[in-house]
T-cell receptor
């Protein structure tokens, strides 16, 4: 059973508009959440994270929102740029067990010029 | 940034043969991880290590073993490769905080 779910395999947006990527989780022990970005033939790279004690974290064009009651987080990219086209993975971890990251299945974002 | 390299980058092997993938870090980070990436599954944890000779299983450990005899090297071995182990394998280290830094991956094809 997947503990972290990304239900949209793909998303297309126009350059300059907002991209919203969604992620749901089931394990209430998760207390730290991350987004990774992956280009083809490269390893995933860290994008932004949020602790469960917060509901929002912002870094430039990227903002992550956390709704603990709904067990839902989202990544907003504003404005979207063609270079943002990549696969985005949501990940979560709980204290203990070497802080293993559990990943979602990913969303392919395509930003159209 | 920590240096993390994986070798080989690509490998084709035959069913039933043993295969070893190597992950090397240039700093003394304690935690190292092996993941596999498959379409529709994202990244799934195979094994991880929390120190020299200290390893534990992840979500999809069947058919895999690991070894860590030095801090800088974490080896993943497929004892007898099967077609279901065709995948892209990523090694990761945990530097600071709770995020990981990933290597560039090894694309393994079992024919």
């Amino acid at each position: 059973d997947q503990q972290v779910k990304q239900n949209s395999p793909s998303l297309s947006v126009q350059e300059g508009r907002i991209s919203i990527l969604n992620c749901d989780y089931t394990n209430s022990m998760f207390d730290y959440f991350l987004w990774y970005k992956k280009y083809p033939a490269e390893g995933p790279t860290f994008l932004i994270s949020i602790s469960s004690i917060k509901d929002k974290n912002e870094d430039g064009r990227f903002t992550v929102f956390l709704n603990k009651s709904a067990k839902h987080l989202s990544l907003h990219i504003v404005p979207s740029q063609p270079g943002d086209s990549a696969v985005y993975f949501c990940a979560a971890s709980a204290s203990g067990s070497a802080r293993q990251l559990t990943f979602g299945s990913g969303t392919q974002l395509t930003v159209l010029p | 940034d920590a240096g993390i390299t994986q070798s080989p980058r690509h490998k084709v092997t035959e069913t039933g043969t043993p295969v070893t993938l190597r992950c090397h870090q240039t700093e003394n980070h304690r935690y190292m991880y092996w993941y596999r990436q498959d379409p529709g599954h994202g990244l799934r944890l195979i094994h991880y290590s929390y120190g020299v000779k200290d390893t534990d299983k992840g979500e999809v450990s069947d058919g895999y073993s690991v070894s860590r005899s030095k801090t800088e090297d974490f080896l993943l071995t497929l004892e007898s490769a099967t077609s279901s182990q065709t995948s892209v394998y990523f090694c990761a280290i945990r530097e600071t905080g709770y995020g990981y830094t990933f290597g560039s991956g090894t694309r393994l094809t079992v024919v």
